[in-house]
């Protein structure tokens, strides 16, 4: 009795003693897949291979109605029933054995790989393609050898056996098929559940802590009333904001927009707006789309448009606690900042802010999709636990969240904030190189001005230098004569002496017109000074 005890196959599948046939398969699936071999290599090697096959002896012994009959009366009083115990001791001998200790290690391995096969037959049936069947079967935490093995025997069985075999698996599927209730165990695959059995995890996912807190319909209508009238307020709010921000002269529209907004916000605390009928209405409303879906999921394009993903994007995110989603929007987010920036400061090309708008418009049509894979990847991960306690998990990680939102939210204004810094000292330093390039032109202006006096100066200059010098030459003409080309007694050389004489001077750094005038005196210094010899 005390070894019937210890080794009570009921706990080691973690299944009531009454369990049902589907219980009790599924737990073994369960089971099995927590314990496989493969799975725990170490030093616990031993241990798992023990508990894998004990976990096998209790499949064999429950999963057949005469063994486990049998076990259930050598629990209770120690003793074979039945033609067992009439046939010898030897025979209850090999029942005690079976009882006690777990199968061969070949023996689980084979009870293991036929019990894939019949499950990788029930996804076959439920219409999954062969990729997508040996996909499920690793997401359930099947070993990969053991996926290998499914996958190259069934090939093989469809070579060999094309026609025959196909019909064979037809006859399979059919004989496979489940018979579920509402209150029956999880299957081990969320795609071969019916909503009634996979619709609790859901609603764990989607209420978390507060998912067994439901409002009454009557409530529910009457609440549900109230919001609808307040959506006109929100709707006229946000026409008038829109119209203030589109035209300059909107500031009467914006006074109006932020006005009807309180008043929305007053009247809506006033009627005792509660957020529980925010949570069930919510809850209503992903219940819903998850059903249409896991139904059918080549059925999203009916799924409605959400507003909270299209607006919030990224808090929506946050709110509904999808942190890898989350996280991975944030750093798009932020690399996208960082393009635009680049793109503007660097090419000068500026993205339009209504790509944000394009973005967004994707979003709102996907969130719930979105939040639907988010929900069955949660599930997944819980499969292997018993029931209470998968749902006690996704009830802990679920649920909305306000402080997981402003915690997100925290963290993308810090990784987007380099950006703005960098931004906007870039636009101080252009800003201050505009306004020097005006003095920078001014000054440029002002002295080519300055320069344009000064060559103007310079050719006033310079045509009174020569006009006063063809006066000294018209002077010296008029007082001798013979210097004047066109007088009759015009003296070439006496010319050229004078010329000479005058370039002279120049080259000393005397100014011409007194070059000219000095050049002039000597000629008429020599002239008298021959006339008084001539004289003598």
Known sequence: MADAASQNWYEILGV??????????????REAMRWHPSRHVGEGLAETEERFRRIGAAYKTLSDPAQRAEYD???????????????????????VLAF????????????????????????????????????????????????????????????????????????????????RSSGAELPEAIELA?????????????????????????????HLARFKKSLSGYVLAFVLLLVSFLFPRGGWLLIGGVAALILTLVWRLLLGESWAFHRERAMRRYLSAFKRFHNDPSAAGGWRFNLGGFFGGILWLAYRRMSRYMLIAIAAAVLFDWIQIFAELKFGFLISDKLWTAIAIPIGFFAD?????????????????????????????????????????????????????????????????????PLSEQQRADQAARQKLVAEAAARSMQIRKEQFDAVVAETQARYPQLDPRHPRYDRE????????????????RDPVRARRMAAAEIDAAGSARQSKSSK
Request: with cysteine; charged share 25%; glycine share 8%.
């Open 73 to 95: 009366v050598w629990r209770a009083t120690g003793q074979i029933s039945g033609a067992a115990g009439a046939r010898g001791v030897g025979r209850r001998a090999d029942k």
């Open 194 to 222: 019916e909503w009634s059995q996979i619709k609790p995890y859901y609603v764990a996912v989607i209420g978390g802590r507060s998912a067994d807190a439901h409002m009454d319909e009557a409530t529910y209508q009457k």
């Open 100 to 179: 006690s200790t777990g199968l061969k290690e070949s023996e689980a391995a084979r009870l293991f790989f036929e019990q894939m096969l019949t499950l990788s037959a029930e996804l076959k049936h439920k219409g999954y393609r062969g990729s997508q069947r040996l996909k499920i079967l690793e997401s359930l935490g099947c070993p990969g050898s053991v996926v290998r093995a499914v996958d190259e025997y069934t090939r093989q069985k469809r070579r060999q056996h094309s026609q025959n075999t196909e019909n064979q698996q037809n006859v399979t599927s059919d004989r496979l098929r489940y018979s």
């Open 16 to 29: 009531p003693p009454d369990a049902d046939a589907t219980g009790i398969r599924n737990a073994y699936r």
């Open 369 to 437: 999709r979105i939040y639907f894979e988010h929900a069955r990847q949660r599930i997944r991960k819980v499969l292997l636990y018993p029931r209470r306690q998968a749902l006690a998990q996704l009830r802990e990680d679920g649920g909305a969240s306000w402080m997981g939102c402003l915690g997100y939210l925290l963290l993308f204004i810090i990784l987007s904030l380099p950006g703005a810094l960098y931004e906007r000292s870039v636009e101080m330093r252009q800003a201050m190189h505009s306004q020097d390039a």
């Open 494 to 509: 006496l010319a050229e002496r004078v010329n000479v004489r005058t370039q002279n001077y120049i080259r000393q750094g």
